[in-house]
């Protein structure tokens, strides 16, 4: 603890005028001029040398009757909760360390009766916490404090005055610290120069190629030190973090060579004199699967470099929802979706959906279910970090345009176009239903919509004399009309279900079976362009 000085009174106009001054810059400015048993010596502002206060020094210095030059006060140690807390009259800081951390003293009186007006401040110096008990709790410990117990954490302290008509210190304020629980609040790595992040997927790769990690730390608490360790062991680890304890570029390490494998990056910081030790950081390691488009309309499947040059994404899973920039997409080229052979599964019948707009010359109406062929059973691709394994490749149906097209993947098959329509058609043969249908779909005028389900209202339907009215569907939605309504009148449209066309494709190449729903009479049209289905 920093020297201090205590005033007795004014300093006596007899003593000389220039020990005057430098004893009352000792009395308004102790820890500027006295520091561990030192006067120090300024010039312009600069300290620029110190006197030794031997004891001889600072007895002749206390030899003036209105002056008290103090060294450091040794902490009080209570040995045991009843040992009493000594106060000293003209000291008025009491320095304590408590060597019985969470006790609670006991002794009566907890602090020897005073001088009327007699000021004493019990500081915590030490780590340990101690709680008072008011008179109220405890007879005889001759204090009255502010609540029933007073808690003294480490840096906390109790301000008293002692008064002799209560007999008692009585508190006239209490300070505690903010209390800081030392803690790791960050903990982030970024591989290669790569994204940082608390966890990470990493590529599989061969036994013989390495990562790089890069580390970054902040904390609650002042750190005084630090390391990062890693399992597997490795023997450039654990690796010192310098000071402020808060970035490491550390040393590489070999990525690892199996599906599921896991690096994990352990932190050792020494917080406030605590040592902390979490959070990790795990990196698991899997392969990439990858979608994109290839110009190559020849290929019956993608060699190593072209799989290369799609966009990987590291996932154990074959199933998701993939975006594709449509500034990546020409003309002539195809959708390609790649992915590890391992997984044991191929993609269901009617699990590739695409939101875009292919060759077709369809616009773009939602996900609709498309037709993708399996190129490739058991490819053998070797990745970017010299992983090896088998992938299967799946080829869009058609090529597409400069659209941003979304690819979904999934286990189960994608809804469809359900199509309603107004034909010219005289009749109700296949071929014409066919034409009718992909007229249909590649109108502007909002005829064909995409749904799970037959029903629901239909609008902006365009409708002309002489013409029947259709509705097609799937026929996986398994569902028969009950009527098809005017919105506008109420009315039901008459019709009955003709001979299902078996092989319809769609805009995106997706063949499948379409029941087909047509009006019993011709020019039988709804009063609007509007009709709901039930």
Request: hydrophobic content about 35%; charged content about 15%.
């Given at each position: ?217 902040s904390y609650t608490g002042v750190p005084s030190a630090a390391s990062i360790s890693v399992t597997p062991s490795s023997s450039s680890y654990p690796a010192t973090v310098s000071s402020p304890f808060t970035s490491l570029t550390a040393p590489s390490y070999t990525r690892r060579t199996s599906v599921d494998d896991t690096v994990t990056f352990a932190p050792t910081v020494t917080i406030n004199g605590v040592s902390v030790t979490t959070p990790t950081i795990v990196v698991t390691y899997m392969y990439s699967r990858y979608v994109g488009a290839v110009d190559d309309d020849t290929t019956d499947s993608l060699n190593n470099t072209q799989m290369l040059a799609l966009t990987p994404e590291l996932s154990k899973s074959e199933y998701g929802t993939f975006e594709i920039d449509g500034s990546e997409v020409t003309l002539t080229e195809y959708i390609w979706y790649c992915y590890p052979s ?193």
């Open positions: 603890m920093a020297d201090s000085l205590t005033k007795i009174g004014q300093v006596p106009p007899t003593v000389d005028h220039r020990l005057r001054l430098l004893l009352n810059a000792l009395i308004n400015e102790p820890d500027r001029w006295l520091t561990g048993g030192y006067l120090h010596v300024e010039q312009s502002g600069t300290r620029v040398g110190k006197v030794d206060l031997s004891t001889a020094a600072v007895a002749a210095l206390n030899s003036y009757t209105s002056i008290t030059l103090q060294t450091d006060v040794a902490a009080t140690n209570p040995l045991a909760s009843g040992n009493p807390i000594a106060v000293t009259d003209n000291s008025p800081i009491t320095p304590v360390d408590f060597t019985l951390g969470g006790a609670t003293l006991t002794s009566a009186p907890t602090i020897a009766a005073g001088r009327d007006g007699q000021l004493a401040i019990i500081f915590n110096a030490g780590n340990n916490s101690v709680t008072l008990q008011d008179e109220g709790v405890l007879s005889g410990s001759k204090l009255r404090l502010g609540e029933t117990t007073r808690t003294l954490t480490s840096g906390a302290s109790l301000t008293l005055v002692y008064s002799s008509t209560l007999a008692a210190w009585v508190e006239h304020g209490f300070n505690t610290l903010v209390t800081v629980t030392p803690a790791i609040d960050s903990f982030t790595v970024s591989l290669d120069g790569g994204t940082a992040a608390s966890s990470h997927n990493a590529e599989v790769g061969s036994g013989s190629t390495t990562q790089t990690p890069t580390f970054a730390l391992e997984t044991g599964n191929e993609i269901p019948d009617g699990g590739f959906a695409i939101t875009g707009k292919s060759t077709s010359g369809l616009k773009p109406r939602g996900s609709l279910v498309a037709g993708f062929t399996e190129k490739e059973s058991d490819f053998s691709h070797t990745n970017a970090a010299g992983g090896e394994k088998n992938y299967r490749q799946y080829r869009s149906g058609f090529r597409h345009i400069s659209d941003d097209v979304v690819l979904t993947v999934s286990s189960t098959k994608q809804p469809n176009y359900i199509v309603m329509f107004a034909s010219g058609s005289a009749g109700g043969s296949a071929a014409n239903i066919q034409s009718a249908i992909t007229a249909s779909e590649n109108a502007e005028d909002g005829h064909a919509v995409i749904s799970d389900t037959p029903v629901r209202t239909y609008t902006g339907l365009i409708t002309s004399e002489l013409q029947w009215l259709y509705l097609c569907h799937p026929a996986r939605a398994g569902y028969d009309i009950t009527a098809v309504i005017d919105t506008v009148t109420g009315l039901a449209i008459d019709g009955l279900y003709l001979s299902n066309v078996t092989d319809y494709s769609n805009g995106e190449n997706y063949t499948e079976e379409y029941r087909v729903w047509r009006s019993l009479n011709n020019g039988i049209l709804p009063t609007s362009t509007d009709v709901k289905v039930i």
